[in-house]
């Protein structure tokens, strides 16, 4: 009576699970297999590469074998010419590929040329007369900033005449660093 009540008891999950258990060791064992299959077919392969790398391959009669038959007007290049031509076209694109960028960091460094004499005309000037001063190493006349700027035409040509001193100052120690390399430096008295 006990092992009736046990098979009573079973419900339809049950069922299903056991079912899906057996699909699980199914599907696992199958792919054991083919997992198997393909190993042999490797191991043949490979079997196969090495009896031909040892030399001791059957070779078919001289008159089965098959040479390819080239047209004479296709031209074939061989691989040194082909590994010749594939260097020089990569080397050609990476050529091509520094001079854009060459390009580009020339503007770059003009930008910032351009940038940095900016800064310089800014710099040491009280911000009221900023513009007058960009205005002044641009070029622009005392008459021209000062009604620009709004400032009297005296200050417009004092901002001028800083503007051009500042610049010929900046030349001017440029020539000095020039003049100090190629100088002596000891304090000798030339009479």
């Given at each position: ?27 696992v ?129 004092l ?15 440029r ?17």
């Amino acid at each position: 009576m006990m092992d009736l009540d046990f098979i009573t008891g079973i419900g339809w999950r049950d069922v299903v699970l056991v079912l899906a258990a057996m699909v699980g060791v199914y599907l696992v064992l199958s792919l054991m297999r083919l997992f198997q299959v393909v190993g042999k077919r490797r191991d043949g392969e490979k079997r196969e590469a090495k009896r031909r790398l040892s030399g001791w391959e059957i070779y078919p009669p001289q008159e089965a074998r098959v040479t390819p038959q080239v047209p004479p007007s296709v031209p074939v290049a061989s691989e040194p010419d082909f590994a010749r031509e594939l260097a020089k076209s990569n080397t050609e694109v990476e050529l091509e590929r520094l001079r854009r960028e060459s390009a580009q960091l020339r503007e770059e460094v003009a930008r910032l040329a351009e940038e940095i004499a900016l800064l310089k005309a800014t710099r040491n000037v009280s911000p009221l007369y900023n513009e007058a001063m960009t205005l002044a190493q641009q070029g622009m006349p005392a008459a021209g900033i000062a009604g620009h700027c709004g400032i009297s035409i005296g200050e417009a040509e004092l901002v001028a005449s800083l503007a051009r001193s500042g610049s010929e100052f900046e030349r001017q120690e440029r020539g000095e660093e020039r003049d100090e390399r190629h100088t002596d430096t000891g304090n000798r008295f030339h009479g």
